[in-house]
């Protein structure tokens, strides 16, 4: 059974960037799928990007593609979420979540997730 700990959320200016980790702990890290979902205040959580299993394939949301990218060391294993160029519209607790089987934006399709970081961009 896998773990996932979040980690590098925080307070930038719009137009920052943060760099989320997530690591985790347990067997076969590289076995699963692993995606990265928020929730913002008010709202249901939703898909943001997912990276399959050796990392040579990944996936966006329409609203963060081309400021955010999605990487994996499986040495490591961790997952990462580079996100540049910053907007208050991304403020939100971001998730990060593991899929034994599926590769898509669903999230009943992920059977682990992590407690979530927080990140607020100020305007």
């Known amino acids: 059974q896998v773990q996932l700990v979040e980690s590098g959320g925080g307070l930038v200016q719009a137009g920052g960037s943060l760099r989320l980790s997530c690591v985790a702990s347990?067997?076969?890290?590289?076995?699963?799928?692993m995606g990265w979902f928020r929730q913002a205040p008010g709202k249901e959580r939703e898909f943001v990007s997912r990276i399959h299993r050796s990392g040579t394939s990944t996936y966006y949301a329409d609203s963060v593609k081309g400021r955010f990218t999605i990487s994996r060391d499986n040495a490591k294993n961790t997952v990462y979420l580079q996100m540049n160029s910053l907007k208050p519209e991304d403020t939100a607790v971001y998730y990060c979540?593991?899929?034994?089987?599926?590769?898509?934006?669903?999230?009943?399709?992920?059977?682990?997730w992590g407690q979530g970081t927080l990140v607020t961009v100020s305007s």
């Open positions: 347990g067997r076969s890290f590289s076995s699963y799928i």
């Open positions: 979540a593991a899929s034994v089987l599926y590769y898509n934006d669903r999230s009943t399709s992920y059977s682990t």
